[in-house]
């Protein structure tokens, strides 16, 4: 079944931007595992001691009518953007997929390994792209058909399609149909059907695909005890949901609260639920070791990793609840978690950023953390959309323009260059329309 998305952004619209992305970070911050090498829970740069997601969701105004079969409570999510841990990706007008950045996994689905510092079409799509997801080293996209493609990384099953084998150019994840919404963390991958329940595959080291084990799967699992599923987040080894009643459920890794129940335990393999959340959650987002949630009054609440700021509450200390975030002036409509670091879109197409910022990826022309939000500077344009990767951030404006900064040693940045910046630079021969 076709589906028909249309972007708006208005009073009336939120997106929100969560963790799409994952990946696991080495030692230094460039130094990331290896096709050969065996990933752990925590896996970050020198400072870094975790690692957030990115992925997007997108809740339609009042004059955007659902798909007739989806539950109350649930919209197709459009997600225009990605950011793995150092590559970008971005859907076009015509629903094809553009990237740019590393591509040592295949994970630019150009049919090379080779990096690009400019954008590159991904090859060989057989449906139009509506969202997309990137994780440490692999992509996938939601076609309007609602089916699930991925390409990339796959030594831990990422991709879906019951082998281990990493593809560089696009491969349908089987027996998946009517998905609606898509998320990855670094090695896992999630899918929400139609139906309100949820898929997920690949690592699972930590239980993050919540089947109750911590047995690697190379393709979909059902997500126990879970329904009404209208978004879903993934980390580095957690995942979350927002179902269509508002509630949010995590499960997996929990050695920084990330999962916001309170508990010390290490870890969980089911869905528990997060306390402190009052109803009306509007988005979700995660990434690396930290989860947030925008509520529909366009308040903030983050939990988990905080060791560079990113929960925004103005403290350096992690936290196992919902802790509320600060100084924001404003309310938010988009939330998104990068590995470190966190951004929201307020009222306005203003920009706010908070947490790493070692490359420049909080955009404000400096290298300090900030526990804080404090604004991206040099955008001449109303942002539309945001996306958070490793060390990088990207923006879409209203123009269909598109800017990153941050990290840029494999050209994620998209600015035919490698030199970092902490202010954000235009990704050449790329615009995105209709995102106005």
Known sequence: MKREFRMVTNGLAVWTLAMLAACGPGASGKNRPTESATPTAWELPPVFTQTPTASLTFTASPNVSPTPSLPAGMESTP??????????CAITGEGGLMCWGNNKEGQLGDGSRTNRSKPVGVKNLSERAVAVAAGWGHTCILTEEGRVQCWGRNKDGELGNGTTQRSTEPVEVPGL???????????HTCAVTAQGGLKCWGYNNAGQLGD?????RTGPVDVAGLG????????TAHTCVRTAGGEVRCWGTNEQGQLGDGSEAASRGDPGTVGGLAGGIAALTAKGGHTCVLSGSGEIKCWGMNKFGQLGNGTFESESTPSLVTGLEGAAGI??????????????????????????????GSTANRNHPVAVVGLDGIVTAIAGGGGHTCAILATGEVFCWGFNDSGQLGNQANQDSSMPVKVIGLSIPGVS
């Open 79 to 88: 997600v225009p953007v990605a950011a793995g841990w150092n590559h970008t």
């Open 177 to 187: 149909e009517d998905v609606v919404a898509i998320a990855a963390g670094d090695y």
């Open 212 to 216: 109750g084990t911590t047995e690697t």
């Open 228 to 235: 009404g599923v209208a978004a879903v987040a993934a980390g």
């Open 335 to 364: 939330v998104a978690a990068g590995w470190g670091q966190t951004c929201a879109l307020l009222n306005g197409g203003i920009l706010r950023c908070w947490g790493w910022n070692f490359y420049g990826q909080l955009g404000e």
